[in-house]
T-cell receptor, first 114, second 109 residues
Framework: IAGITQAPTSQILAAGRRMTLRCTQD?????MYWYRQDLGLGLRLIHY???????GKGEVPDGYSVSRANTDDFPLTLASAVPSQTSVYFC?????????????FGEGSRLTVL | GQNIDQPTEMTATEGAIVQINCTYQTSGFNGLFWYQQHAGEAPTFLSYNVLDGLEEKGRFSSFLSRSKGYSYLLLKELQMKDSASYLCASMDSNYQLIWGAGTKLIIKP
């Protein structure tokens, strides 16, 4: 049982480079989310998708983009990385859109932008 | 604005009971979640309260008072494996989760 798989688990990136964090789930959940977690702050929602083909902006969407071509995959792209995007990124999914249900999280991707 | 407050860190003794408090202010309310997160790992779901009162689930219980904007997580018979961060999150009227920064719980033998 895989649940949610994120890749890479860790990455060091030069500022200005493009980076895509991958997220795949095998639970057939409709809703998927990307959060970032920084020390001393709560999880902050970057982007979400309530169902395949739709996406929405969260609390901190600037500098990030997402796509939801199918139910299983929800990649997060940093078009031109900046040091303030150094963080741990978590992908999550839930059965229903609108955050009405329990979230299942991936193991996280630790990104360092130099 | 929307805000979740919980203590940054707490220390307790193995075998004891600890209560982690959370106060919330959100635009509307559609429930209060508690998650557990071990260091370097993903958060995992513990509980969900939408009605006032106490929900018990084994050694863990969660309480909600909507009128006071207050919740707590009660952990009984503490074990060393309970050392983790506990995240409180309130769901607002748009069904978005607003997260607290987490309470790091340290269990001492």
């Amino acid at each position: 049982i895989a649940g949610i798989t994120q890749a890479p688990t860790s990455q060091i990136l030069a500022a200005g480079r493009r980076m895509t964090l991958r997220c795949t789930q095998d639970m057939r959940h409709n809703a998927m989310y990307w959060y970032r977690q920084d020390l001393g702050l709560g999880l902050r929602l970057i982007h979400y998708s309530n169902t395949a083909g739709t996406t929405g902006k969260g609390e901190v969407p600037d500098g990030y983009s997402v796509s939801r071509a199918n139910t299983d995959d929800f990649p997060l792209t940093l078009a031109s990385a900046v040091p303030s995007q150094t963080s741990v990124y978590f992908c999550a999914s839930s059965e229903a859109g609108g955050n009405t249900g329990e979230l299942f999280f991936g193991e996280g991707s630790r990104l360092t932008v130099l | 604005g929307q805000n979740i407050d919980q203590p940054t860190e707490m220390t307790a003794t193995e075998g004891a009971i600890v209560q982690i408090n959370c106060t919330y202010q959100t635009s509307g309310f559609n429930g209060l979640f508690w998650y557990q997160q071990h260091a370097g790992e993903a958060p995992t779901f513990l509980s969900y309260n939408v009605l006032d009162g106490l929900e018990e689930k084994g050694r863990f219980s969660s309480f909600l008072s909507r009128s006071k904007g207050y919740s707590y997580l009660l952990l009984k018979e503490l074990q060393m494996k309970d050392s983790a961060s506990y995240l409180c999150a309130s769901m607002d009227s748009n069904y978005q989760l607003i997260w607290g920064a987490g309470t790091k719980l340290i269990i001492k033998p």
